[in-house]
């Protein structure tokens, strides 16, 4: 009924730059908060930013100053840009949402698959 599909991953050199983008469709009512996690080799999976449907953002310490978290309401589209990059941010960034499906009442969590980030050189 929801998909919820990331983009934008692939390989960066240290220093460098990469935008993700989300988008959630199918048969939804609304889209509350969005969110951006990731989850490297090894490690549990962390929460990087959020943001909600009006705007409010939220940032993890490492993610702060580095990258930037940002939503398109109309196109049910979150993005987060990245700047700066380690080695340390290698990592599956996956996009969760909360969406409140047609026909439904309550908000219930939605993940994507992932898209994969690795800074090497």
């Known amino acids: 009924q929801v998909q919820v599909v990331e983009s934008g991953g692939g390989l960066v050199q240290p220093g460098g730059s990469l935008t993700l983008s989300c988008t959630a469709s199918?048969?939804?009512?609304?889209?509350?908060?969005m969110a951006w996690y990731r989850q490297g080799p090894g490690k549990q999976r962390e929460l990087v930013a959020s943001i909600e449907s009006g705007g409010s953002t939220n940032y993890t310490s490492f993610a702060k100053g580095r990258f930037t978290i940002s939503r398109d309401n109309a196109k049910r589209t979150v993005v987060l840009g990245m700047n700066s990059l380690k080695p340390e941010d290698t990592a599956n960034y996956l996009c969760n949402a909360m969406i409140v499906v047609r026909g439904q009442v309550w908000a219930r969590e939605h993940w994507g698959q992932g898209t994969l980030v690795t800074v090497s050189s």
């Open positions: 199918g048969r939804i009512l609304s889209v509350g908060t």
